[in-house]
Structure formats: C-alpha cells, structure tokens
C-alpha cells in the first residue's frame, strides 16, 4: 500500500463550485503539505502543518483553505472553483530526521489529483 | 525572479550519455539542496540532498553544489532510458520549514 495516497485522482468541476482533495499517510509523520504544479512553474506551496494545531500558508494561498483532521490526514478545499486552479496537486510528508548529523527533511509525495476547472 | 531557476529542456540525450542538470539560486542563506525526480503521472521523490557545498555520489548519479556561484548540479553517468523523468531541484535555508523548488528539467534518454 502507498505510504501517502490522495483522493481522488482526477476530478473536473466547474466554475464556482466548492472542491475537497483529501490526503492520508500512513508514514506517522507529524509534517504534511499541499503543493500545486503548473507547467514551467514546477511545485508552489500552498500551505504546510507541523502538527495538528499548526497551520500555515505558503506562497499561494489565496483561494484555498485546509483542514488538519488528524495526524494522518490533511484536506485541500477550493472554496469557490475557478479555472487558473486547474493543476496538478500533490500532498506531502516529511519527519526532521537526521542523516549524519544532518536534519535534511526529505518529503515524500502522493501520487497527485489532476483538477480541471472549466 | 524565482528563487530557484532551472531550464525547463525538454533535454533528450542517447542512452550512456553523460547527463548534466542545472539550477541556480539566488539566496546565498540556503543550506540544504536537493534533487527529486519525478516520473510521469507520478509525485516527486527524493533522488540526492547535500549540505552546504561539495559534491555527493551516489551510483551513477552525483550532486555538486558551488556555493560562490550559487550553481547547483546533477550529474548522470551512462544514462539510460529508465532515467526520463522531470528532474527539479530545491533548496531551503537551514531554520526553514519549506523547500523552494525550481520549475524542472525534463529528459529522455534515447535507447
């Protein structure tokens, strides 16, 4: 089974509509992120959560929120669709570990939910 | 400007190839660098970080960065076709808590 799966896979909606992408680990990491890619723009931040009760934005927020239901699970809502949010998104995990002495934080991705917006 | 600037390629280059992969970077604080790669239709996965400057070799792969030049790198020994892939590099400062990724370079090795 993956470590960090993502639901769903594909989704089209339209404009205006309100749009939950789900994220859950298996990995017992207390660090998760949302990213979106874009073709020549490669992977932005949307927003990250060390713990449960740690949230925070990342470069682009606007438009988005995110809900921090358990250690393993972190959601991405799109409030209100609209078509420059079509991308590629991706969920992620890390855990500060230390590789000789070195807190290099590697994260691990899901596999991506294409959303198209018409 | 970006943080982090990779040339998107595409790059297409014949299997065993010498394969060199580039970014630079604009903030002289960040520490940690490194590469993922990333396969179509799938997430990114940690190919090789480094620390500070130096180069690190791992198999056929090897990750130089030149700090006074703010100059990251990747090369690939005899490539082979299991090697396409997005390549993207990132790199953060040493108290962030996010990565900074560049936009990707994309190879094909030919068979």
């Known amino acids: 089974d993956a470590d960090v799966t993502q639901t769903p896979r594909n989704r089209i909606t339209k404009t205006g509509k309100r749009i939950m992408l789900e994220c859950s680990q298996t990995?017992?990491?207390?660090?998760m992120y949302w990213y979106r890619q874009d073709p020549g723009l490669g992977l932005r931040l949307i927003y990250y959560?060390?713990?449960?009760?740690?949230?925070n934005k990342g470069e682009i927020s606007d438009g988005y929120s995110v809900s921090r239901q358990a250690q393993a699970k972190f959601s991405l809502s799109l409030e209100s669709a609209i078509p420059n949010q079509t991308a590629l998104y991706f969920c992620?995990?890390?855990?500060?570990?230390?590789?000789?002495?070195?807190?290099?934080?590697?994260?691990?991705f899901g596999p991506g939910t294409r959303l198209t917006v018409l | 400007q970006k943080e982090v600037e990779q040339d998107p390629g595409p790059l297409s280059v014949p299997e065993g190839a010498i394969v060199s992969l580039n970014c630079t970077y604009s903030?002289?604080?960040?520490?940690?660098f490194m590469w993922y790669r990333q396969y179509s239709r799938k997430g990114p996965e940690l190919l090789m970080y480094?620390?500070?400057?130096g180069n690190k070799e791992d198999g056929r792969f090897t990750a130089q960065v030149d700090k006074s030049s703010k100059y990251i790198s990747l090369f690939i020994r005899d490539s082979q076709p299991s090697d396409s892939a997005t390549y993207l590099c990132?790199?953060?400062?040493?108290?962030?808590?996010?990565?900074?990724f560049g936009s990707g370079t994309q190879l094909t090795v030919l068979p």
């Open positions: 992620a995990t890390s855990d500060p570990g230390l590789a000789g002495g070195v807190s290099y934080n590697e994260q691990f």
């Open positions: 990995k017992g990491h207390d660090r």
């Open positions: 959560s060390f713990d449960v009760k740690d949230i």
């Open positions: 903030n002289s604080a960040f520490q940690y």
């Open positions: 480094t620390y500070s400057s």
């Open positions: 990132a790199s953060r400062l040493g108290s962030a808590r996010q990565l900074t």
